[in-house]
């Protein structure tokens, strides 16, 4: 149960009525790669990416100490494409579990009636 709560908050799709099954089958044909490429990496770390640097531009040679705007830029590509990359993959598996257990709950449902 608590499996399928946490699992139900990464998924891409809340319910699966007939849209949402044909539309990540959809997702499911341009496979995993696509879907981390423009889901994760371009759509979640490049939002990511400009958020944070907007926010921390004013960082940058603040003080003797402080990074310089080439190294804060470097340094926030690198945690939001990290992110946008775990982004992808766990949107990916949750709603593929997800997906799964509802084909699975169709096809049970089908044998019996």
């Known amino acids: 149960m608590i499996k399928d709560f946490f699992i139900g ?6 319910s699966w009525d007939p ?5 990540w089958t959809l ?24 958020g944070v640097t907007l926010g921390t531009i004013d960082l940058a040679n603040a003080s ?3 990074p310089s705007l080439q190294r804060l830029i470097i340094n926030n590509f690198i945690v ?7 982004f992808g993959l ?5 709603t593929e579990y ?13 044998h019996i009636e």
């Open 98 to 110: 997800m997906y799964q257990r509802q084909v699975k709950a169709a096809d049970q449902k089908s």
């Open 64 to 66: 003797a100490d402080s």
């Open 80 to 86: 939001c494409m990290g992110t946008g990359l775990t």
């Open 9 to 14: 908050l990464f998924s891409i799709t809340r």
């Open 90 to 94: 766990v949107t990916w598996y949750a």
């Open 27 to 50: 997702i499911r044909d341009k496979g995993l790669t696509r879907h981390i490429i423009v889901n994760g990496l371009c759509w979640f770390g490049g939002c990511l990416f400009i």
């Open 19 to 23: 849209t949402s099954l044909q539309k």
